[in-house]
């Protein structure tokens, strides 16, 4: 199983991205996945995740401004970052939680003021 993430890049606070993780092999459907991110100097946290039934959570620093979404007919998980904010800035990776943890590699999000 392999998970590739795209869709970071430069934007201005207020602005937005989309992130998506694409996964291969077949258990996609059946995992939990998640968001994580890591900025400079902190440690990696849990942004936003969905389970195989579609029940999300998120940090409550994104709550109201990013959404989690998944497409099983496509093994992608989306990551609909909105309102961004300079805070926001960091390497967001991915993971899928079976058949065991997987990460793919991260995409950078930077946030200027």
């Known amino acids: 199983v392999q998970l590739q993430a795209s869709g970071g890049g430069l934007v201005q606070a207020g602005g937005s991205l989309r992130l998506s993780c694409a996964a291969s092999?077949?258990?996609?459907?059946?995992?939990?996945m998640g968001w994580y991110r890591q900025a400079p100097g902190k440690q990696r946290e849990l942004v936003a995740a969905?389970?195989?039934?579609?029940?999300?959570n998120y940090a409550d620093s994104v709550k109201g401004r990013f959404t989690i979404s998944r497409d099983n007919a496509k093994n992608t998980v989306y990551l609909q970052m909105d309102s961004l904010k300079p805070e926001d800035t960091g390497v967001y990776s991915c993971?899928?939680?079976?058949?065991?943890?997987?990460w793919g590699q991260g995409t950078l999000v930077t946030v200027s003021s």
């Open positions: 993971n899928q939680n079976l058949p065991k943890p997987i």
């Open positions: 092999g077949s258990f996609f459907r059946f995992s939990r």
């Open positions: 969905v389970t195989f039934d579609n029940i999300t």
